[in-house]
Each structure stands twice: as structure tokens, then as C-alpha cells.
């Protein structure tokens, strides 16, 4: 089933841990998203990618970087993780950056002890 | 800046019952308008969307405005299910910073048999 698939589906970690969530879509879109959520916030932009080999910062990018080798793959790494980076992550892609429907992963639920 | 605020939940209604989740925004573009649905364990799916002023989104029965002189998107219902439960998502885009998601903080529907 095409889609977007993340990993892992929950992880608890120690603070001042370094973290990876792996984030694969298999429908060839360009732009791709990572978003955290948190209760009561909605849904924050972290950081995005318009194509391979670029990405850019959304709203809350402190503590997280990203990088786009290829179309497919947008992890998101955490360097050093701290307690306030417990939330639901969700990494998302659209066909283009500017048009078309978003389409969300199952989320990783992250809590840093 | 840009954002979004919606009606503060839970919300709970009993099956058969009118829904309005109400959803206001502040843009200094003009943005598109969508309505995201999340049930429980999942990622957000598109439930409808709106690309300029006085269009209807509608979708499974639900229903939004876009309204650019009360700047809201208010999504409707009338007659809700059991099924409808889940978080509802209010979000906007405004092409000229790359198409990015604005999200607002969600609304939960619980809707008693």
C-alpha cells in the first residue's frame, strides 16, 4: 500500500540521547514535512523539504535537524533530546510544495525522560 | 503573523446532532483553507478544502465556507455518527512562504451512541 511510513511507532529516551525517526514515502512527492503535536498546539511545522537536497526551517526547528538525500527518505534527527521534545511526530508529503493534498504518516509518539 | 484558532473541545454530541466546530484565521495573503480530520491512532487525512473566498468545501457529509469578511472557515454537520469521532483540524496556506501549513490547536468530537 503506497503511503508514507514511519519509524520507530514509539520510543522512550534517555535525555541527552541522540535520536533518529526514519520518515520514507513511496509516492515520489516532492515536498516533504515534519510537524510535531502537542496538546493543545496543534500541529507545528519543524522542518520541511521542497525537493531533494534542500530543506528549510519551519517554526520550531531548536534541537532538530533534517536532512533529503533522496526523493524518498526525510529523517529527523535529534541530537541531544531533552523532555521537551516528548510529542507525536508526524512527517508528511505533497506531490508539490505549493499545491496539493498533504498526506500524513501514523506518527512516532517520542518521550524523553 | 499568520494563524489559526479554533473552538476550544471536547466536544460531545449525540449521534443524529447538528455539528459546527468553529474555525477563525489571520492571514496577510490570501490563503487556501482546509479541514483535517485525525482519528484515533492515526495520522490527519484531508477531510476538505477551500482556494478562495465564498467557496464550499465539502466532503462524507461535512461542510465549510470560506467567508473572507469574518475571515473564518467554519465546518458543519448535520446530522453526526458515531464514526465522527475523532480531532478536526482547521489549517490555512499561503503560497508565497512555499506553500506551508498553518495549523490550528484541534478540536475534539466525541459523538455518544
Known amino acids: 500500500i503506497a503511503g508514507i511510513t514511519q519509524a520507530p511507532t514509539s520510543q522512550i529516551l534517555a535525555a541527552g540521547r541522540r535520536m533518529t525517526l526514519r520518515c520514507t514515502q513511496d509516492?515520489?512527492?516532492?515536498?516533504m514535512y515534519w510537524y510535531r503535536q502537542d496538546l493543545g498546539l496543534g500541529l507545528r511545522l519543524i522542518h520541511y523539504?521542497?525537493?531533494?537536497?534542500?530543506?528549510g526551517k519551519g517554526e520550531v526547528p531548536d534541537g532538530y535537524s533534517v536532512s533529503r538525500a533522496n526523493t524518498d527518505d526525510f529523517p529527523l534527527t535529534l541530537a541531544s533530546a531533552v523532555p521537551s521534545q516528548t510529542s507525536v511526530y508526524f512527517c508528511?508529503?505533497?506531490?508539490?510544495?505549493?499545491?496539493?493534498?498533504?498526506?500524513f504518516g501514523e506518527g512516532s509518539r517520542l518521550t524523553v525522560l | 503573523g499568520d494563524s489559526v484558532t479554533q473552538m476550544e473541545g471536547p466536544v460531545t454530541l449525540s449521534e443524529e446532532a447538528f455539528l459546527t466546530i468553529n474555525c477563525t484565521y489571520t492571514?496577510?495573503?490570501?490563503?487556501?483553507l482546509f479541514w483535517y480530520v485525525q482519528y484515533p491512532g492515526e495520522g490527519l487525512q484531508l477531510l476538505l478544502k477551500?482556494?478562495?473566498?465564498?467557496d464550499k468545501g465539502s466532503n462524507k457529509g461535512f461542510e465549510a465556507t470560506y467567508r473572507k469578511e469574518t475571515t473564518s472557515f467554519h465546518l458543519e454537520k448535520g446530522s453526526v455518527q458515531v464514526s465522527d469521532s475523532a480531532v478536526y483540524f482547521c489549517?490555512?496556506?499561503?503560497?508565497?512562504?512555499?506553500?506551508?501549513?498553518?495549523f490550528g490547536q484541534g478540536t475534539e468530537l466525541s459523538v455518544k451512541p
Open positions: 509516492m515520489r512527492h516532492n515536498a
Open positions: 492571514a496577510t495573503g490570501y490563503p487556501s
Open positions: 477551500a482556494t478562495k473566498a465564498d
Open positions: 508528511a508529503s505533497r506531490d508539490r510544495a505549493l499545491t496539493g493534498e498533504l498526506f
Open positions: 489549517a490555512l496556506m499561503i503560497y508565497n512562504q512555499g506553500g506551508k501549513l498553518i
Open positions: 523539504s521542497n525537493t531533494a537536497g534542500t530543506t
